[in-house]
């Protein structure tokens, strides 16, 4: 049973380009929430998706950054023309229902901009 | 605006004693309280959780325990040991909510 699966584990890019983080949700999960850790900082929440839906978006910057959980497939969180300070770990996690229930974290994705 | 709050960033222990970490929160409409562990360049992994309905849980070395009134909550390892050296978030959610609030996280060292 395959715990979550993130790809790729570390991601380096120069400013300007397009990051692409992969999330695979543990089997039978249908809910997928993303967040960031920048360095010193706790966890910070970016979006709430289910199959084909955003739930919530409320964390997630409004610009460059995107994210889908499609019918098939992994959930992709797209940050376009990075920035510096886009440098950050970023996690997902995946949910059996919604509301109190325990999140299961991935290994994160690196990623670092130059 | 930083919902759940852990004042502490780092923690020594000696090996064997007992290791408290505490948490605070500010949204009273909080039902359900986690504790992550994370080692460097790991995910969190889920260590222990609480329902606002109780005021303790146990599982082996840890024990959560939750004051509503006081909107604190901390986590209780004993006797703490080497392997337990590690970051410790605390987390809340609303069953209405969507998401997990997590503080920023105390990192603990065992002294062996």
């Known amino acids: 049973n395959a715990g979550v699966m993130q790809n790729p584990r570390h991601l380096v890019r120069r400013r300007g380009q397009e990051a692409r983080l992969r999330c695979s949700p543990m089997k039978g999960h249908s809910h997928v929430y993303w967040y960031r850790q920048l360095p010193e900082e706790g966890l910070k929440f970016m979006v709430y998706l289910q199959k084909e839906n955003i739930i919530d978006e409320s964390g997630m910057p409004k610009e460059r950054f995107s994210a889908e959980f499609p019918k098939e497939g992994p959930s992709i969180l797209r940050i376009q023309q990075v920035v510096r300070g886009d440098s950050a770990a970023y996690f997902c996690a995946s949910s059996s229902q919604v509301g109190n229930e325990k999140l299961f974290f991935g290994s994160g994705t690196q990623l670092s901009v130059l | 605006d930083q919902q759940v709050k852990q004042n502490s960033p780092s923690l020594s222990v000696q090996e064997g004693r007992i290791s408290i970490l505490n948490c605070d929160y500010t949204n009273s409409m909080f039902d359900y309280f986690l504790w992550y562990k994370k080692y460097p360049a790991e995910g969190p992994t889920f260590l222990i959780s609480i329902s606002s309905i109780k005021d303790k849980n146990e599982d082996g070395r840890f024990t959560v325990f939750l004051n509503k009134s006081a909107k604190h909550l901390s986590l209780h390892i004993v006797p703490s040991q080497p392997g337990d050296s590690a970051v410790y978030f605390c987390?809340?959610?609303?069953?209405?909510?969507?998401?997990?609030?997590f503080g920023t996280g105390t990192s603990l060292t065992v002294i062996p």
């Open positions: 987390a809340a959610s609303a069953r209405t909510g969507n998401q997990f609030y």
